[in-house]
């Protein structure tokens, strides 16, 4: 009788200590499921933060001072050779004859060709390589009328030089967005 | 972890105006520099072909280049737009980030 007693108690002790570290574990790992959910949020939004960083829009170039002043040196070795011809020179006795020009025609291309590679070569920069693209396009065929005719009347030196302030005032204007969308921290 | 999602949407709202609204001023003026150097250019044109400075074939070739200088002016507004747009949109960008670095603090 003592005997079966006992083995009931220890029996029923067993199954107290049994459910009571059931429970306890029970206790744990709810505990563990919150700190992982926890960690896994934070882990989540570390990833985004990550994503967001490296999202960042860009839709031109980064912004070249070295060609910012090519252009102003362009466009300003342009207008003297325009405002120089008419006021210096005339349609009389070969005054104006294409060979007195040839130098500084080779010099100002060589200009507009080293700006519209400097142009292409740059990512994102279609829209101001079209403008050197048109700049180029109008220089060689207004010098090709000037070698043909060999003169320029003063009227198409005037045409010539506001074509090109126009131009180079397009790309100018092109040049200061692409400064105004570097401005802001990327 | 919490994020104010309405006041968050606000704040990028407001980043996004206020970028836009500051350079859209330039936009307009911009463009309408170039009307105007159209015009002045036309009217060169025109009183030069009157006076016979020019003959009819070089106004109709002039004429024609005008269409091409139009060209780089559309050009040019596009590169100013693009430029207020990127800004517009990082500027958003910034406000997200600055959120969720936020929370991400506040969580740890």
């Avoid at chain 1, 992982?36 to 570390?46: H, Q």
């Avoid at chain 2, 005008?66 to 559309?74: D, H, N, P, Q, S």
Wanted: proline share 1%; hydrophobic share 45%.
């Amino acid at each position: 009788m003592n005997h079966i007693y006992w083995c009931n108690m220890m029996l029923k002790a067993s199954i107290k200590v049994f459910k009571s570290n059931l429970y306890n574990q029970n206790i744990m790992n709810q505990q563990m499921k919150i700190r992982t959910r926890s960690f896994l949020s934070i882990l989540m939004v570390a990833c985004c933060i990550a994503a967001i960083s490296s999202c960042k829009v860009n839709l031109l170039p980064s912004y070249n001072a070295a060609i910012s002043e090519q252009i102003d040196n362009t466009a300003k070795t342009i207008d003297k050779f325009y405002l120089s011809m008419l006021e210096t020179t005339n349609t009389e006795n070969d005054g104006r004859s294409f060979k007195n020009f040839t130098d500084k025609y080779v010099e100002i291309e060589v200009e507009l060709n080293s700006l519209l590679n400097k142009n292409k070569i740059r990512p994102l920069n279609k829209n101001s390589t079209r403008i050197c693209e048109i700049t180029l396009q109008f220089w060689v065929k207004y010098k090709e009328e000037h070698k043909v005719k060999n003169t320029l009347k003063d009227g198409l030196i005037l045409l010539n030089r506001k074509t090109f302030n126009d131009l180079f005032y397009a790309m100018r204007v092109a040049d200061e967005g692409i400064k105004l969308g570097n401005s802001l921290p990327q | 972890m919490n994020i104010d999602i309405n006041a968050l949407v606000t704040d990028m709202l407001s980043a996004i105006k206020g970028t836009v609204e500051g350079n859209w001023e330039k936009v307009e003026s911009t463009a309408n520099q170039f009307l105007q150097n159209r015009k002045e250019s036309l009217q060169l044109l025109v009183q030069l072909r009157i006076n016979g400075d020019i003959d009819q074939d070089e106004f109709d070739s002039r004429l024609a280049d005008e269409k091409l200088i139009v060209e780089a002016e559309l050009n040019a507004l596009a590169v100013l737009s693009k430029a207020i747009a990127q800004n517009a949109a990082n500027a958003a960008i910034a406000i997200l980030e600055k959120a969720a670095k936020a929370a991400i603090s506040a969580a740890i």
